[in-house]
T-cell receptor, first 114, second 113 residues
Framework: GNSVTQMEGPVTLSEEAFLTINCTYT??????LFWYVQYPGEGLQLLLK?????DKGSNKGFEATYRKETTSFHLEKGSVQVSDSAVYFC?????????????FGSGTRLQVQP | DSGVTQTPKHLITATGQRVTLRCSPR?????VYWYQQSLDQGLQFLIQ???????AKGNILERFSAQQFPDLHSELNLSSLELGDSALYFC????????????FGDGTRLSIL
């Protein structure tokens, strides 16, 4: 079946530090990969996506590259801000199984200190 | 603003009761998904509707049911509520393709006393 594994949190960084949140997946075929962000008291917002191998998704300074050889989709940002403090979820959908619903990782809480 | 509207925002009720959660998808989106977010289970897919018809089921209990109406809004019905049903319930909508992003509402927080 499909599964997503994320690094445990919380991740605590100082402002302007480099961010990496690791995400690996298990799925048959060629899943589509997503990063969602959840700010306190809010729903999930799509941060970025990649739909095929070697695609790079990017948005608001965040980037992630779809690596099929390592089944990974790590989230990176060069310089985090306090406003980036939130919970980040890696997720996938899988056209091979016809599954359009998202399979989520457990989420990684990011805390950025001024 | 995602364009997905969920009501109510908060719901407090007792064990054994029945509640209905409502979702209005983004304009033009035909697919509606329901997810449950809890501390122990994380984010889990419950059920999907596409243009009024059930399309896929996930980890949805038999006590739970849903439907999508002709105007595309959806309702999730939870009955014989148990303490363990306390969670945040999200609705998401998309145009329908597997690569299409899903847009989430702000959720309904259900508390069972």
């Amino acid at each position: 079946g499909n599964s997503v594994t994320q690094m445990e949190g919380p991740v605590t960084l100082s402002e302007e530090a480099f961010l990496t949140i690791n995400c690996t997946y298990t799925a048959t075929g060629y899943p589509s990969l997503f990063w969602y962000v959840q700010y306190p008291g809010e729903g999930l917002q799509l941060l970025l996506k990649a739909t095929k191998a070697d695609d790079k998704g990017s948005n608001k300074g965040f980037e992630a590259t779809y690596r099929k050889e390592t089944t990974s989709f790590h989230l990176e940002k060069g310089s985090v801000q306090v406003s980036d403090s939130a919970v980040y979820f890696c997720a996938l959908t899988n056209s091979d199984t016809g599954r359009r619903a998202l399979t989520f990782g457990s989420g990684t809480r990011l805390q950025v200190q001024p | 603003d995602s364009g997905v509207t969920q009501t109510p925002k908060h719901l407090i009720t007792a064990t054994g009761q029945r509640v209905t959660l409502r979702c209005s998808p983004r304009s033009g989106d035909l697919s509606v998904y329901w997810y449950q977010q809890s501390l122990d289970q994380g984010l889990q897919f419950l059920i999907q509707y596409y243009n009024g018809e059930e399309r896929a089921k996930g980890n949805i209990l038999e006590r739970f049911s849903a439907q999508q109406f002709p105007d595309l809004h959806s309702e999730l019905n939870l009955s014989s509520l148990e303490l363990g049903d306390s969670a945040l319930y999200f609705c998401a909508s998309s145009v329908g393709g597997v690569n299409q992003p899903q847009h989430f509402g702000d959720g309904t927080r259900l508390s069972i006393l």
